[in-house]
């Protein structure tokens, strides 16, 4: 009599909890959802979804006064897949956009991600002595105590390859070795940088005849991809 009580009494609360109206997600929490799925497709590379999350997440941001450094980094983002679109006037309005919300107080983590992308943006369309200026801006807001430490060994590599794209060899080198040796003492971020050190690492040693290094170097970062992002991943 006990036990069919209980299953009663469960079966009532079940009912009771599915009658029960469920409070709807705020806009704020909406756009973070959508701002995370962006991120999902980016990743993925479905770069015209990951434009349209990111859009309709700012357009839930741009509702709340108070969230402005959401809106910069949805704008960042926005940022970020117009360049992969080679969209590159869009790209630099986007951030322009995304500076302009702290023209007051400026960010300096914000400010640095705005930099870097400005830097990808001038390397990847060939500009390469205006993307080494917005590179050597990023790096010095990155040496901030506050400032994210995964951020900045990417950042560090990324500026390697710019200088590596140069001809600047013995710069990038003591980029790249700045970037290995924050990664010895960070070893919690093995998994998403040290393919990219590998990589650029082989370009270098590439570039400059050391092709048994490079080959190494090569055989490191593709290992280290296909752990990281599956053996199938494009």
Not at 65 to 76: C, F, N, P, R, W
Not at 86 to 95: E, I, R
Not at 140 to 163: C, F, N, Q, Y
Not at 165 to 183: F, I, N, Q, T
Request: glycine residues 6%; proline residues 3%; contains cysteine.
């Amino acid at each position: 009599m006990g036990r069919s009580r209980t299953i009663l009494l469960c079966l009532c609360l079940g009912l009771l909890c599915f009658a029960m109206p469920t409070s709807a997600a705020t806009p704020l929490e909406e756009a973070q959802k959508l701002h995370e799925q962006g991120d999902q497709q980016l990743e993925d590379y479905e770069l015209k979804k990951a434009l349209a999350s990111y859009q309709k997440a700012l357009a839930l941001f741009q509702k709340d006064d108070g969230a402005l450094v959401e809106q910069a980094k949805s704008l960042i983002q926005i940022a970020v897949v117009h360049r992969e679109l080679q969209g590159y006037p869009k790209a630099q309005a986007a951030l322009k956009q995304a500076e302009g919300l702290f023209a007051a107080k400026p960010d300096r983590n914000l400010q640095m991600e705005i930099e870097w992308e400005r830097g990808l943006i001038g390397y990847e369309s060939g500009r390469y002595a205006a993307s080494k200026k917005f590179f050597e801006k990023a790096t010095k807001l990155a040496k901030h105590p506050e400032a994210d430490m995964l951020s900045r060994i990417l950042l560090i590599t990324d500026a390697a390859m710019v200088e590596l794209e140069s001809g600047h060899y013995p710069r990038a080198k003591v980029w790249l070795d700045e970037a290995s040796a924050l990664l010895k003492k960070h070893p919690e971020h093995a998994a998403e940088v040290e393919s990219e050190i590998a990589n650029n690492l082989g370009f270098y040693y590439m570039d400059i005849g050391q092709y048994k290094l490079a080959e190494e170097a090569y055989i490191k970062a593709l290992d280290g991809y296909r752990e990281y992002y599956g053996q199938h991943h494009p």
